[in-house]
């Protein structure tokens, strides 16, 4: 389904979102359902489901139901509701259970909502509306996601979505918050410093034109392989790869394979082997003006550059010829953000530590600490002063925090 036409019909996105939980909570299902449906019609949306216990493996932890609640906030949620009330008695849904238990009693779940509704009631003038203002995007495409399901990467395990949770997860952990783009949205390229586009297999010419342009005036552009591999009907061009591309790049390939034994090289990052592997697949570039910031180590396939970077116009391109680990990636990112000048406070934080911001409905700039781990957190704050608005406190920029497991705290800056 093509959420972003099918958006135009209402006046106001919602979405379901389900995810895992317990010890395997983290918030990203969380994060990039929100934002796909905050950036549907760029305003609030309402979470029109979301899990109260869910699956039998789902029955959460104390605490994990507020921090859920207030993750949805602060990625733009207007409201959030339950499925369902409560655990009903008969058919397919039995076992998806609501907040209250069969037995209709109040429960741990249900002592947790209400707290959730009292601090949402009492912090509603400040928290609803929140804007979000990001200065990166990733550009996602229903075109590119069909193209992949008609031709599938090596092996079948791998598709669109991988690809883009590859992306999108690695950002989500760094605290780099992302605004989703469609293909109509081009007007909106401009809005952003950073764009990263996972796959763009099927793309129309003008797309990857917009691309080039957004790039050329000063855009961090950030493409994987497999990008504008054919047009809008699925036709391969026949022109040199990567299509339309290949000056904004700098690069060229006309051969691609299934990577074994492959390994990047790290020059410019400090990695132990098995985490600079090259996975899934790989495409045979040949720099033609791109600095190469990996080749392939290999025998055969090491005159082939996998990662590049290119000044094009007033603005940086890089490429990822192959799929590669996290810790990769990260590395990469961590070089891309500093070069591009964002490379914020948050960035020196990471997951479990989550880190959200927006504009209140106070016109005051609001911060998210949420600790999505098990474990008690004791992190450093990293930005201005600010009232914690849960517990009342005031907060320096470099006091300690003491965040219980599951735990988060809401700052409001002066």
């Not at 099918?6 to 939980?21: L, N, P, Q, T």
């Not at 079948?156 to 780099?176: A, E, H, P, S």
């Not at 410093?193 to 342009?213: G, N």
């Amino acid at each position: 389904m093509d959420h972003h036409a099918s958006a135009k019909a209402v006046s106001m996105a919602g979405c379901d979102i389900y995810h895992r939980s317990q010890g395997e909570l983290t918030g990203r299902e969380i994060a990039f359902g929100g934002d796909i449906c905050r950036c549907l019609k760029n305003n609030n949306y309402l979470v029109i489901e979301t899990q109260a216990q869910g699956h039998v493996d789902w029955t959460p932890y104390d605490g994990q139901l507020r921090l859920q609640a207030f993750s949805h906030l602060a990625s733009g949620a207007a409201g959030v509701m339950y499925w369902h009330w409560h655990s009903i008695h008969n058919a397919i849904e039995t076992y998806w259970k609501g907040l209250l238990s069969h037995d209709m009693e109040a429960n741990a779940p249900y002592r947790e909502a209400c707290t959730i509704g009292a601090d949402f009631a009492r912090l509603s003038p400040r928290l609803a509306g929140l804007k979000k203002v990001n200065q990166a995007a990733i550009l996602v495409s229903n075109e590119a996601l069909t193209g992949l399901n008609q031709f599938p990467l090596p092996g079948g395990q791998t598709n669109y979505n991988d690809v883009f949770r590859w992306i999108y997860d690695t950002l989500y952990d760094m605290n780099v918050e992302c605004d989703i783009l469609f293909p109509g949205d081009m007007d909106r390229f401009g809005d952003y410093r950073l764009l990263a586009v996972p796959a763009l297999y099927s793309a129309p010419d003008d797309l990857l034109t917009a691309l080039a342009s957004f790039t050329e005036k000063g855009g961090t552009l950030v493409a994987s392989f497999k990008t504008g591999f054919a047009d809008e009907n699925l036709t391969v061009a026949t022109r040199t790869q990567p299509r339309l591309l290949r000056d904004c790049f700098g690069i060229s390939y006309d051969q691609f394979t299934q990577p074994r034994d492959v390994f990047l090289s790290g020059d410019d990052f400090t990695l132990e082997k098995e985490d600079r592997e090259a996975l899934v697949f790989m495409e045979l570039l040949r720099a033609e003006g791109a600095e190469v910031i990996s080749s392939y180590q290999h025998p055969f396939w090491g005159r082939y550059a996998a990662v590049t970077r290119h000044a094009y116009g007033r603005g940086t391109a890089v490429y990822l010829g192959c799929m590669t680990g996290k810790a990769y990636l990260t590395r990469l990112f961590t070089l891309i953000l500093r070069e591009a000048g964002l490379w914020q406070a948050e960035q020196e934080a990471a997951f479990p530590l989550v880190i959200k911001s927006g504009v209140g409905g106070m016109g005051q700039m609001i911060r998210f600490y949420f600790n999505y781990s098990g474990l008690a957190l004791s992190q450093r704050y990293l930005h201005g002063s600010a009232g914690e608005l849960l517990s009342g406190r005031i907060y320096q920029g470099g006091d300690m925090l003491d965040m219980a497991p599951w735990g988060f705290m809401i700052f409001e800056e002066k």
